[in-house]
């Protein structure tokens, strides 16, 4: 298996949700209460409909409807 980098500081031996095992989910917060989808990374949620936002996906497959893709949940 290849080794992983990850920017999130996480316990390989502890986390349910190493970079390897990415699960993706429905989320809000008390400033941003607008229901969005993201991905576990250790005990960090990362925004996916705010990655889409600043235009990350530019993709073939996600570029035309990424920015309203991960809002509809």
Known sequence: MASHDCIVAYEPATCEFPIQNLPYGV???ASATS???GVAIGDKVLDLAALAAKGLFNGPLLADCAT???NQV
């Open 35 to 37: 229901p969005r989808v």
């Open 27 to 29: 989320f809000s917060t």
């Open 68 to 70: 309203d893709l991960f």
